[in-house]
């Protein structure tokens, strides 16, 4: 893989976005909009049925194009080839990226270790159809012979934020006469209230972890297995109540699951990129198997565009260029995720991992420091909830804060004027931010002078508007693949490996270490620094 080797800082577009960046800071949106009465349709570009209006960005024509150029630079281009085309680009893993083979048609090949992976991605594809198609008619029979009533997905990470994710998104597609649950977190309650109106038998259990080793997947997963056993009182139960997604059989068997009942995938998907692969088995369980097709066909038409378009029309692209522009040269900390659509209500959860797992790295791929900020902190909540909590700091506070709208021309629950007001809200928190209230227009209204002040909005407050016609499984796939290739973008532009996570592993270590020092009969000898060997021994006492 061809690699960037002058370092950010050294790149010609990187300093000229530093001497740029000086005069647009200095810049206010109201002029902006005032000096291009065009703002409107030059900064918007509509793909794949996806609309993007950022013209209330502090940006200008010569802001996109420096990026563009950065792009260039970075060598984006070069880079997703080498994504599409199954190099290994997963430097510090040696593995190669290819959650786009997971919705690439038949008729595609891309070869990884010289054989074609797409004909495999079809085969579990089919055998997940038939599956859910089973499950989803009653023809899959628990144990005592009563059809199936209760989905349980058990993982974490990208093994449970994708699934309850699309579930939730997705749910006006789902089947409703099953019930669908997910269980995550390793603290008990989460299986306790997960199952505990439920029926074993006639509930099927999905043990979903890409390595099946994950410590709180497997304790969820035995405790599963014995609550099944406690009811059903018999191991041949197993069989018919659990299923495995996995690309570990050799654990899936160790674990009691016949491995006929195992779904697979690959090294080269990594967790965060992993629903639309084996792990969104629960979402084709509830949407059955041509929703999620179209899903899959809405995350292949996003990376087509993304692959072809011209950078300055490409929406990730864009996307991914406009956060590092806030990110480095505005030195924004965080992005907002505001989706004006309940059924979105899981997103912004979702991107965390995929964006903070993603590109919270500190180094480049060759070890040095990245001298520059890397991944934004992504948060969020459903609008208009948000408006009602923390909005105030995002209009008045210190902080800036960009924030991507998310919106729908068309609603699937049309109610009286809803959809209209829901909408409204939108138009009008992008419109806030970006242009305010000045002290004039404050006082005009009468305001008291002591009142001015805090009555001030200072506007300038960045935002992307996204629209869409209306919540569909394509949709959702073209949404998610927009991100995904944001934070790709994101990622060349840092030179840094998007698709490791070596953060997570040193918590990990201690707590299996800790784990045992909680649980020994005989007080142990503690080596930690002295605040957690005090925590341990007080924990020991009280428990
Ligand atoms: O600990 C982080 C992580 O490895 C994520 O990247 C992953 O999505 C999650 O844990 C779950 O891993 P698995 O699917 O192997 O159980």
Redesign the pocket.
């Known amino acids: 893989m061809s690699e960037p080797t002058i370092p950010l800082a050294n790149r010609p577009a990187w300093k000229a976005l530093q001497t740029h960046a000086t005069q647009i800071r200095a810049t206010h949106l109201r002029q902006l909009f005032a000096d291009d009465p065009h703002r409107g349709e030059r900064f918007a570009i509509q793909a794949e049925g996806i609309f993007l209006d950022y013209s209330k960005n502090r940006i200008t024509a010569e802001t996109i194009a420096l990026l563009t150029h950065l792009a260039e630079e970075s060598r984006l281009r070069e880079r997703t080839e080498s994504m599409f085309t199954g190099q290994k680009i997963n430097i510090t893993e040696n593995r190669a990226v290819l959650h786009v083979a997971l919705r690439a048609p038949k008729t595609e090949s891309i070869i990884v270790d010289g054989e074609d992976v797409v004909p495999e991605v079809h085969k579990v594809l089919d055998k997940m159809s038939t599956f859910s198609d089973r499950v989803r008619s009653g023809e899959w029979k628990g144990h005592t012979g009563k059809r199936i009533r209760n989905v349980v997905n058990i993982?974490?990470?990208?093994?449970d934020l994708g699934p309850v994710m699309a579930y939730e998104a997705l749910k006006h597609y789902s089947q409703r006469d099953l019930t669908f649950r997910f269980v995550s977190n390793v603290d008990g309650t989460d299986f306790a209230e997960a199952v505990q109106d439920l029926k074993a038998d006639e509930t099927l259990f999905l043990v979903?972890?890409?390595?099946?080793?994950?410590l709180e997947?497997m304790t969820n997963a035995h405790t599963a297995r014995d609550w099944t056993l406690a009811a059903l009182g018999d191991e041949s139960a197993i069989a018919k109540h659990f299923v495995a997604i996995s690309t570990n059989a050799k654990e899936v068997a160790r674990f009691g699951i016949d491995t006929e009942n195992m779904f697979g995938f690959w090294d080269w998907v990594?967790?965060?990129y992993s629903m639309d692969s084996a792990i969104g088995l629960s979402t084709m369980i509830a949407i059955g198997p041509v929703n999620f097709h179209a899903m899959l066909a809405g995350f292949h038409a996003m990376d087509r565009h993304f692959r072809t378009a011209p950078l300055a029309e490409n929406l990730p692209a864009l996307l991914g260029l406009l956060t590092v522009w806030y990110t480095d040269f505005f030195d924004a900390q965080t992005v907002a995720i505001l989706p004006y659509e309940q059924y979105l209500k899981r997103f912004p959860a979702y991107l965390q991992?995929l964006t903070m797992?993603s590109n919270g790295k500190h180094v480049t791929l060759t070890g040095e420091h990245v001298g520059a900020d890397t991944g934004p902190i992504y948060w969020g909540e459903p609008g208009t909830n948000g408006q009602h909590s923390f909005y105030q700091l995002i209009h008045q506070g210190t902080r800036l804060i960009p924030c991507d709208f998310i919106g729908f021309f068309k609603t699937l629950n049309p109610l009286g004027r809803h959809h209209d007001i829901l909408t409204a809200n939108v138009f009008a928190q992008a419109e806030a931010l970006a242009f305010g209230k000045t002290a004039e227009e404050v006082k005009a209204s009468g305001t008291p002078d002591e009142l001015v002040p805090h009555k001030v909005f200072e506007g300038n407050r960045p935002s992307n508007t996204i629209l869409a016609d209306l919540l569909t499984p394509e949709t959702l796939g073209k949404l998610i693949a927009l991100y995904e290739h944001a934070v790709f973008t994101q990622g060349v532009i840092w030179n840094i490996d998007s698709f490791d996570?070596w953060g997570?592993e040193l918590g990990?270590v201690l707590a299996q270490k800790i784990i045992g020092e909680l649980e020994s009969a005989e007080e142990p000898a503690l080596d930690h620094d002295v605040s957690t060997s005090r925590l341990i021994r007080l924990y020991r006492s009280k428990k």
């Open positions: 993982g974490i990470g990208g093994s979903a972890s890409k390595t099946f080793t994950t997947t990594g967790g965060r991992q797992e996570q997570v990990k």
